[in-house]
């Protein structure tokens, strides 16, 4: 696993809590992997997921760290949704 899935895993359970996340999301962080979200928190994976984000490793950090909002990294063009927009916009709120 890459350090980058790594530390988005971390980043993700710090963000998600112990609660987990009421769906299921599947980020797709270019050359690195994907991280799966879902009711049993964040881990490595590439299972299907209701909704799929797509960004480079850059976008992703920058999402994570705060210095990029999640609605701003779409309306760019930096992240694409696929699947349950709606699943979407909650992630994004709770990364915001």
Known sequence: M???IDG???ALKQKLGE??????VKFEIAGE??????????RAGDDDADCTLSADA???QAMMDGSL?????FMT???TVDG???LAMRLGSLLA
Do not use: H, R
């Open 2 to 4: 890459s350090e980058v």
């Open 8 to 10: 988005a895993i971390e």
């Open 19 to 24: 609660d987990g996340f009421d769906g299921s």
């Open 33 to 42: 992997g994907a991280v799966l979200i879902d009711g049993e928190g964040a």
């Open 58 to 60: 850059d976008t992703f």
């Open 69 to 73: 909002n999640p609605t701003a990294a």
């Open 77 to 79: 063009g930096k992240l």
């Open 84 to 86: 349950d927009m709606s």
